[in-house]
């Protein structure tokens, strides 16, 4: 994902020179294909995240889209409130991008750990998260940001990651993106990584068989009424996502349909339980204790 | 305006408004035409309390109207108890403190990448100064020696409990800055021709700092260097008695 990311913000900056790049004093053999070929439009900020995001959103506000590149929580959760009065408020273009979504890095330890960044980030009203599941919905993600700058979060894996959709979709905040067909009443809905759980899930167990798969990489506050009729298309939803409970983005689907108990009937959450907070060991062996198991 | 509110922060509000006389009226490109203008100065006000100063400044250059000012503190008044961007002529809202520097980094940055020679200046507070942020955007600013862009630090000696010397020390203050790489200045905040003098000073190829010298609450005697007046908000006769003050010293 992270190369699928910075391919498209490079070929991005060549056209539009309104594109810059600020990074945390991380994004080693990542970013230096950007700073290399734009130097004039790429900043490293030093380890000083507060500045970063204060600074990104000042240049924002002269006409810059900034991306503000850095590991799990510390492009969130170190300036959170960079982010809330100065991005989010202003409704400034600046996108966080946080590689190491969920349990990614998962031995390096909780610090490393993004498992609370979309609660962070679903509580701002200006917010669009885009969090895709593969590379192809990474370079959907970065044409829709760039083609409509706002304050956003872009949330990424890791590298290495495989295709799973077959080309580039092409994304609309809060609608449902279809991965393959099938005439059936149940669904996954995933965002983010363990978009290639559902896919490993259907293929291999018996009890998904009979159901579909759909992302949402791009949501957040704005997008919510958005779901009711989308989910009232479903008998049974099933959504993954490698975040908690609390804040998530099971919740937040919850939460769209709170006044209609028979859609709320249909909704089944999977998420990663608490007992991953402190818990080191690789991605998928955190995922699978955490609970993101069939 | 802060009577009829019954707002707090006067005292902060005074204390600056030689500061924004003098780069109002007589240092930064700025006018009622140019407030959209790309090549405006830029103003920062980090100490977002303290703006009933900068609305009456804005009103004094006909930014916006003086009968507004009257709406301060009323319920969906545009006019918020921390400086909005919302109103004409503000370019950034704070009150949480910490945020303008960091922001007005980005700014001159934006400036420089552009070639464009206009200026930001970003009025702090002292009690502000504690902000590890400002840190941070100190160090940045002297590396990317962005000699645009102007801090003028509102130094009253007071913070929101008690003095900055029994809170958190500052000093040496002057010798700290330039340690970061900053070409300071120090002048008496209330003397308009030495703030113009410090305001216009070239620095090159540093950001440039100004430590303004100043008394909380200046000009109303019962408020100068009183640290209860951060908070207090004025009764009718206190309302009266610091009019007349204020309109013995203007005449």
Known sequence: MRNAFIEELVQAAFVNEKIALVVGDLGYGVVEPFASQFPKRFFNSGVAEQNMMGFSAGLASEGFHVFVYSIANFPTFRCAEQIRNDVDYHQLPVTVVAVGGGVAYGNLGYSHHAVQDYALMRAMPNMLIAS??????????????????????????????????????????????KLGSGNVQKTFLTTGAPLALAKS????????????IH???????????????????WEEILTLEDHLLDGGFGSWLLESSISQSNLLQRLRLKYLDPSVCGSVGKQEVLNAMGGLAP | MVHRARASHIASALSIVDILAVLYGRVMNISPSLIKSE?????????????????????????IAK?????????FSWLMNHVSHKVPGVEFST??????????VGKSLAAKASNEIWR??????????????????????AHHRLDNLTAILDYNKLQSLDTISNTLGLEPLRAKLESFGWHVKEVDGHNHDELFEALTSKSADKPLFIIAHTLKGKGVSFMENKVEWHYKNPNDEQLAL??????????
């Open chain 1, 201 to 212: 899930w259907l293929e291999d167990n018996i009890n998904y068989s009979d159901f579909a």
């Open chain 2, 67 to 75: 009968t507004e000012l009257e709406t301060y503190g009323e319920d």
């Open chain 2, 242 to 251: 610091a009019l007349a003050e204020l309109g013995e010293e203007n005449a």
């Open chain 2, 95 to 104: 009150g949480a403190l910490g945020h303008g520097l960091p922001f007005g």
């Open chain 1, 132 to 177: 895709p599941g593969d590379p192809m919905e990474v370079r959907a993600c970065m044409r829709y940001l760039i083609k409509n700058p706002q304050p956003s979060y872009l949330r990424l894996g890791k590298a290495g990651e495989k295709n799973l959709h077959p080309e580039v979709p092409e994304l609309t905040p809060g609608k449902w993106l």
């Open chain 2, 39 to 63: 090549t405006r100065d830029r103003f920062i006000l980090s100490k977002g309390h303290a703006c009933v100063a900068l609305y009456s400044t804005l009103a004094e250059m006909n930014i």
């Open chain 2, 120 to 141: 930001v200046f970003v009025l702090l507070s002292d009690g502000e100064m504690d902000e590890g942020s400002n840190w941070e955007g100190f160090m940045f600013a």
């Open chain 1, 215 to 233: 992302s949402l990489p791009l949501w957040g506050m704005k997008w919510k009424s958005m779901q009711i009729e989308q989910i009232r298309e």
